[in-house]
């Protein structure tokens, strides 16, 4: 069993689309399964028990180094959580990159993420793109399967509108406990869309309206991909809002990364954020996130975000 049998318990975790080398099919070496396992282990020094993979993610390279970690580390895959995502088919020749949640498909992409992770089972599986012409009853039979099989323990999507949820919810008794978006301070339009309302701003800004409502009322735990936003606000750029991220760490005895991870934990929707990072340092640099509570007085929330908009708020 692993440490956590409910995602939902998790306040942070470590998303794995970094390591596996290129973005190519070419085979992955030594040295990455090597920074993998550099990753991993400073992943769990900053308290971070969770992980995060797609089966496209380097091409499937991603979960085929982690699976190559777990298989040298005895004991470990009893410690973690290891969650997955299916549904976007890469492009192949002429076909297209497309989307696919038929039901053949999942339980397929499934199989072969047990393989490449070397698990017998997973803790989560999100579906990570909707697909228009996916048959929710569908979907729900594969779903049901694989449960029934013991081959995933929970299910959950990725970014989807709560309309869109709630359609698939219907046909599935199986609870989806999981949203994953991508939400950062740099990416804001999650939150912008609760203020713009009845602004002529609102016309703008594409986020579903009552997709955080949604969720918080269903027990759907938000996981927020892009977190970090890739260095952007912690680098040492000369802008207001990073260096309102430096002073707060410094006033906090933190770390800049913590400060961007806090701004998202302290929202009342309840986000675990998906840190990204393959550089170990800045994986370390989390660790208060999972260690203290979110430190941000109401003010220093709003001025954060203040500075990120640029302009004063509605």
């Known amino acids: 069993m692993a440490a956590q049998t409910d995602i939902r318990a998790h306040t942070l975790l470590y998303g794995c689309m970094g390591l596996g080398g290129g973005w190519d099919t070419r085979p992955y070496t030594p040295e990455d399964v090597q920074r993998a396992e550099s990753a991993i282990e400073a992943a769990l020094a900053a308290?971070?028990?969770a992980f995060d993979h797609a089966d496209i993610y380097r091409y499937g390279k991603s979960e085929a180094v982690f699976g190559e970690v777990?298989?040298?580390s005895p004991g470990l895959r009893e410690r973690i959580a290891v969650q997955t995502k299916c549904g976007i088919?890469?492009?192949?020749?002429?076909r297209p990159g497309h989307y696919d949640l038929r039901g053949a498909s999942l339980?397929?992409?499934?199989e072969e993420s047990l393989l490449r992770l070397r698990t017998e089972f997973l803790d989560v599986l999100l579906l990570h793109r909707p697909d228009p012409l996916a048959d929710?009853?569908?979907v729900a039979a594969a779903l049901t399967s694989l449960h029934a099989q013991g081959l995933v323990r929970q299910f959950g999507v990725s970014n989807m509108s709560g309309p869109q949820i709630a359609s698939l919810q219907a046909h599935l008794d199986l609870p989806l406990v999981v949203n994953q978006l991508e939400m950062s301070l740099d990416r804001r339009d999650w939150v912008e869309s609760g203020v713009l309302f009845n602004t002529a701003a609102a016309a703008r800004n594409g986020f579903a309206p009552?997709?955080?409502e949604w969720c918080a009322a269903n027990a759907v735990r938000l996981q927020a991909w892009g977190a970090l936003a890739q260095g952007r606000l912690t680098s040492a750029a000369d802008t207001e809002v990073n260096r309102l991220v430096a002073e707060l760490a410094r006033r906090k005895d933190t770390t800049p990364e913590t400060i961007l991870l806090w701004w998202l934990q302290r929202h009342p929707a309840g986000i675990a954020p998906v840190v990204g990072t393959t550089r170990p340092e800045r994986i370390?640099?989390?660790a208060d996130a999972v260690r203290r509570e979110p430190d941000l007085a109401h003010e220093e929330w709003y001025e954060l975000w203040v500075a990120a908009r640029g302009v004063p708020l509605p």
Do not use: F, K, Q, W
């Open 210 to 212: 009552g997709t955080l």
């Open 107 to 110: 339980v397929r992409r499934v």
């Open 70 to 72: 777990l298989a040298r």
């Open 284 to 286: 370390r640099a989390c």
């Open 136 to 138: 929710p009853r569908e």
């Open 89 to 94: 088919r890469l492009p192949e020749g002429d």
């Open 47 to 49: 308290g971070i028990t």
